[in-house]
């Protein structure tokens, strides 16, 4: 079982980065996937929750409008559309495998993508 995330890097305040993951090992299309992120000092964050058809999807107040969260389920990946960045979305990012509840479990996470937003 695999989750591998990328896409992060710099980008400046109000610019955009969509991450991906990657899914192994397990039946993507059964799963609701999740995005959470840690930002330095500071524990584990719920990002975004998306039902395993992509029908569905819920966001934490602080990315609503913001971030779009998708999937596609015939390339068993999952992605984070991030637009309008800001200084404190500066975080390392991580998918998970389930939903807001893996917040608690360290194992179904991936080692995470960095989103550095600086000027």
């Known amino acids: 079982v695999q989750v591998v995330e990328s896409g992060g890097g710099l980008v400046q305040p109000g610019g955009s980065l969509r991450l991906s993951c990657t899914a192994s090992g397990f039946t993507f299309t059964t799963y609701h996937m999740t995005w959470l992120r840690q930002a330095p000092g500071k524990g584990p964050e719920w990002v975004s929750t998306?039902?395993?058809?992509?029908?569905?999807?819920v966001y934490a107040d602080s990315v609503k409008g913001r971030f779009a969260i998708s999937r596609d389920n015939a390339r068993n990946t999952l992605y984070l559309q991030m637009n309008n960045l800001k200084l404190e979305d500066t975080a390392l990012y991580y998918c998970s495998r389930g939903g807001r509840n893996t917040l608690a479990m360290r194992e179904t996470w991936g080692r995470g993508t960095q989103v550095t937003v600086s000027s």
């Open positions: 998306i039902d395993s058809r992509g029908e569905k999807s």
